[in-house]
């Protein structure tokens, strides 16, 4: 079973830098690729960043490529999103989650879309005041 919980989330003013944390148990033979999602009210939820902890491959949303950088640390089982230069439109309730690949879906799917992960941490809200 895959258990996630983040951590990081706050208030910030636009310009301003967050790092969020989700620190990812059990999910060695049942995933194979981690991601940050968001949802802002009233928003459908949306794919931000992910990476294949395994090889290290990072995939990143056009929206925060340059800005976020999505990191692994399998000492600490952790899966950290930095997050700098923040827009009030990154105002969202972020959440980590994992999937297991099937070899087909590495080749042909998109890993940072979420209708592809089973396992969901409970979110940590991100605010970013202009």
């Known amino acids: 079973q895959v258990q996630l919980v983040e951590s990081g989330g706050g208030s910030v003013e636009a310009g301003g830098s967050l790092r969020l944390s989700c620190v990812v148990t059990?999910?060695?033979?049942?995933?194979?690729?981690l991601g940050w999602f968001r949802q802002a009210p009233g928003k459908e939820r949306e794919g931000v960043a992910s990476i294949y902890p395994g090889s290290g491959t990072t995939f990143y949303n056009n929206s925060v490529k340059g800005r976020f950088t999505i990191t692994h640390d399998g000492a600490k089982n952790t899966v950290f999103l930095q997050m700098n230069s923040l827009k009030p439109e990154d105002t969202a309730m972020y959440s980590c989650?994992?999937?297991?690949?099937?070899?087909?879906?590495?080749?042909?799917?998109?890993?940072?879309?979420?209708?592809?992960?089973?396992?969901w941490g409970q979110g940590t809200q991100v605010t970013v005041s202009s």
């Open positions: 989650a994992a999937a297991k690949f099937s070899r087909e879906q590495i080749l042909f799917s998109s890993p940072t879309n979420p209708d592809l992960y089973s396992y």
């Open positions: 059990g999910y060695t033979d049942n995933a194979n690729s």
